[in-house]
Protein backbone atom coordinates (compact mmCIF):
# COMPACT_ATOMS: atom_id res chain seq x y z
CA UNK A 1 0.00 0.00 0.00
CA UNK A 2 1.41 3.55 -0.32
CA UNK A 3 0.28 6.65 1.08
CA UNK A 4 -0.26 9.50 -2.01
CA UNK A 5 0.35 12.73 -0.82
CA UNK A 6 0.35 16.31 -2.95
CA UNK A 7 1.08 19.71 -2.45
CA UNK A 8 -1.19 20.71 -5.26
CA UNK A 9 -4.46 19.32 -3.35
CA UNK A 10 -5.35 20.24 0.53
CA UNK A 11 -4.04 18.65 2.93
CA UNK A 12 -6.24 16.24 5.03
CA UNK A 13 -8.00 18.06 7.91
CA UNK A 14 -8.19 15.10 10.44
CA UNK A 15 -6.42 11.68 10.67
CA UNK A 16 -6.35 10.30 6.57
CA UNK A 17 -4.53 10.42 3.73
CA UNK A 18 -5.28 12.48 0.56
CA UNK A 19 -5.87 8.77 -0.91
CA UNK A 20 -4.25 5.29 -1.42
CA UNK A 21 -2.76 3.28 -4.00
CA UNK A 22 -3.12 -1.06 -3.31
CA UNK A 23 -2.09 -2.50 -6.28
CA UNK A 24 -3.00 -1.12 -9.54
CA UNK A 25 -5.76 0.64 -7.93
CA UNK A 26 -6.02 4.47 -6.59
CA UNK A 27 -8.81 5.07 -4.00
CA UNK A 28 -8.95 8.78 -2.93
CA UNK A 29 -10.26 10.03 0.28
CA UNK A 30 -13.28 12.77 -0.77
CA UNK A 31 -12.60 15.95 -2.00
CA UNK A 32 -14.21 18.97 -0.74
CA UNK A 33 -13.81 22.56 -2.48
CA UNK A 34 -10.83 23.78 -0.91
CA UNK A 35 -7.88 25.40 -2.68
CA UNK A 36 -4.61 23.54 -1.88
CA UNK A 37 -3.64 26.50 0.76
CA UNK A 38 -6.58 25.62 2.72
CA UNK A 39 -8.83 28.03 1.51
CA UNK A 40 -12.78 27.42 0.76
CA UNK A 41 -14.42 28.50 -1.93
CA UNK A 42 -17.42 29.98 -0.94
CA UNK A 43 -18.68 30.48 -4.17
CA UNK A 44 -22.02 28.65 -5.62
CA UNK A 45 -22.20 24.55 -6.07
CA UNK A 46 -20.67 25.32 -9.77
CA UNK A 47 -17.93 27.01 -8.59
CA UNK A 48 -17.23 24.57 -5.47
CA UNK A 49 -17.49 21.33 -7.89
CA UNK A 50 -15.41 22.88 -10.11
CA UNK A 51 -12.64 23.31 -7.32
CA UNK A 52 -13.79 19.40 -6.00
CA UNK A 53 -12.43 18.53 -9.68
CA UNK A 54 -9.15 20.40 -9.61
CA UNK A 55 -8.33 18.78 -6.13
CA UNK A 56 -9.23 15.31 -7.80
CA UNK A 57 -7.15 16.18 -10.71
CA UNK A 58 -4.14 17.13 -8.52
CA UNK A 59 -4.48 13.47 -6.29
CA UNK A 60 -5.16 11.33 -9.24
CA UNK A 61 -2.23 13.04 -11.04
CA UNK A 62 0.11 12.23 -7.64
CA UNK A 63 -1.63 8.43 -8.00
CA UNK A 64 -0.28 8.12 -11.29
CA UNK A 65 -3.97 8.17 -12.13
CA UNK A 66 -6.27 10.55 -14.64
CA UNK A 67 -9.81 11.54 -15.11
CA UNK A 68 -9.78 9.23 -17.43
CA UNK A 69 -8.91 6.22 -15.77
CA UNK A 70 -11.29 6.90 -13.13
CA UNK A 71 -13.71 3.52 -12.59
CA UNK A 72 -16.53 4.88 -9.75
CA UNK A 73 -17.20 8.68 -8.55
CA UNK A 74 -19.08 9.14 -5.15
CA UNK A 75 -20.70 12.36 -5.01
CA UNK A 76 -22.30 13.37 -1.85
CA UNK A 77 -24.67 16.78 -2.38
CA UNK A 78 -25.89 19.13 0.32
CA UNK A 79 -29.34 19.53 -1.62
CA UNK A 80 -30.64 17.37 -4.57
CA UNK A 81 -32.16 20.28 -6.40
CA UNK A 82 -28.62 20.90 -6.95
CA UNK A 83 -28.16 17.58 -9.20
CA UNK A 84 -28.62 19.37 -12.86
CA UNK A 85 -25.89 22.61 -11.62
CA UNK A 86 -23.69 19.76 -10.70
CA UNK A 87 -24.06 17.09 -13.28
CA UNK A 88 -23.36 20.03 -16.19
CA UNK A 89 -20.49 20.94 -13.90
CA UNK A 90 -19.40 16.95 -14.06
CA UNK A 91 -19.94 16.16 -17.38
CA UNK A 92 -16.74 18.70 -18.45
CA UNK A 93 -14.66 16.57 -16.17
CA UNK A 94 -16.48 13.01 -17.36
CA UNK A 95 -17.08 13.91 -21.02
CA UNK A 96 -16.38 11.11 -23.33
CA UNK A 97 -15.47 9.02 -19.94
CA UNK A 98 -17.77 8.09 -18.49
CA UNK A 99 -16.91 6.07 -14.90
CA UNK A 100 -19.65 4.41 -12.55
CA UNK A 101 -21.46 6.61 -10.27
CA UNK A 102 -23.08 7.02 -7.50
CA UNK A 103 -24.99 10.26 -6.31
CA UNK A 104 -26.16 10.35 -2.64
CA UNK A 105 -28.00 13.80 -0.68
CA UNK A 106 -26.21 14.18 2.63
CA UNK A 107 -27.27 16.41 5.63
CA UNK A 108 -23.71 17.98 6.06
CA UNK A 109 -20.16 18.06 4.72
CA UNK A 110 -17.31 19.01 6.16
CA UNK A 111 -16.55 22.93 6.55
CA UNK A 112 -20.57 22.98 5.68
CA UNK A 113 -19.68 22.73 2.07
CA UNK A 114 -22.11 22.01 -1.05
CA UNK A 115 -20.16 18.99 -2.39
CA UNK A 116 -17.76 16.19 -1.74
CA UNK A 117 -17.03 13.61 -4.39
CA UNK A 118 -14.94 10.71 -4.14
CA UNK A 119 -13.36 8.57 -7.05
CA UNK A 120 -11.69 4.72 -7.33
CA UNK A 121 -9.19 5.01 -10.29
CA UNK A 122 -7.06 2.65 -12.12
CA UNK A 123 -3.14 3.50 -12.07
CA UNK A 124 -1.59 4.38 -15.43
Same mark, same amino acid.
Given at each position: ? /??? /??????????????????????? =???????????? +????? &?????????????????? !??? =? +????????????????????????????? =?? /?????? &????????????????? !????
Amino acid at each position: M /KIV /KTLNAPQAIGPYSQGVVVNNMFY =SSGQIPLKPNGE +LVNGN &VQEQTHQVFQNLKAVLEA !AGA =S +LETVVKATVFIKNMEDFQAINEVYGEYFH =SH /KPARSC &VEVARLPKDVLIEIEVI !ALIK
